[in-house]
């Protein structure tokens, strides 16, 4: 359901306010303010990068090459990026007890830089390295990574980003924790994910099953938006967050 203006805003807040647990599950587009593009899209890095790289088959047999594309992506460029209005006034409605943990598709640490603290981070992070020999892991601040690649200091093995290659699972601790929040949820902030990319993207459908509402805000209709979303906030994510905590919590 699409409600127009400032209505959707009211409702969502009403949303929020009568569930006791609420929970974020955010994506790209919440990050696209801080200047991090999405991957997909016209403006997507698959438009400029091809993403074979990040496939884990080539990064065992090319990881110099991978560690190029890894290395000027992730860390270079990504590295720049801090968290805009929409992560800090989620961390904000955390500290008000108005949200109980956020399910990010994001691998930038931005909701952790903005001060949330129940994140779960879906698709891993950029701010650790595995070994991929004896499976130890490093923060990536602790490697120089103008050293390709990078390699373990226990085993001399190489070392890879903390987040899942195509080809590789999602680690099942972080899924059950996942399902089990979605699960537990009153009310699902939907924010910056179109839901393309699986397994992720069933997360909404399955709160909506297990009786939460949805309140989704992107700056596009998506998959979710006529399928099982209550309340559609079409704006960018910093304008509808600030907009939406100044209803939850005025005079902040």
Not at 115 to 144: K, M, N, P, W, Y
Not at 223 to 241: E, G, P, Q
């Amino acid at each position: 359901m699409t409600i127009p203006g400032a209505e959707s805003y009211r409702q969502a807040a009403a949303i929020l306010r009568a569930s006791r647990h609420n929970v974020a599950f955010t994506g790209a587009g919440i990050s696209v303010e801080s200047g991090i593009p999405p991957f997909r899209g016209e403006d997507g890095l698959w438009a400029r990068h091809d993403p074979v790289f990040l496939d884990i088959d080539y990064f065992h047999e090319h990881p110099l090459e991978s560690w190029k594309e890894i290395r000027e992506i992730f860390y270079d460029f990504f590295g720049k990026a801090a968290p805009n209005e929409a992560h800090k006034q989620l961390a904000n409605l955390e500290c008000r007890g108005l949200l109980h943990s956020i399910i990010t598709q994001n691998i930038d640490n931005l909701h952790q830089e903005a001060g949330s603290r129940s994140v779960i981070e879906f698709h891993g992070t950029s701010q650790s390295l595995v070994c991929t020999r004896c499976g130890a892991t490093v923060r990536t601040d602790a490697v120089d990574v103008d050293m390709l690649p990078p390699r373990c200091s226990k085993c001399n093995g190489i070392l890879k980003p903390d987040f899942p290659f195509f080809g590789e699972p999602i680690a099942k601790a972080v899924h059950d924790r996942s399902l089990a929040e979605v699960e537990r949820a009153g009310a699902l902030l939907v924010i910056g994910t179109t839901g393309e990319i699986m397994p992720a993207s069933v997360f909404p459908l399955i709160a909506k099953s297990r009786g939460a509402k949805i309140v989704e805000i992107n700056v596009e209709e998506s998959k979710y938006t006529h399928t099982v979303t209550d309340v559609f906030i079409r704006d960018r994510a910093t304008v509808a967050m600030r907009t939406l905590c100044n209803l939850l919590c005025p005079g902040q």
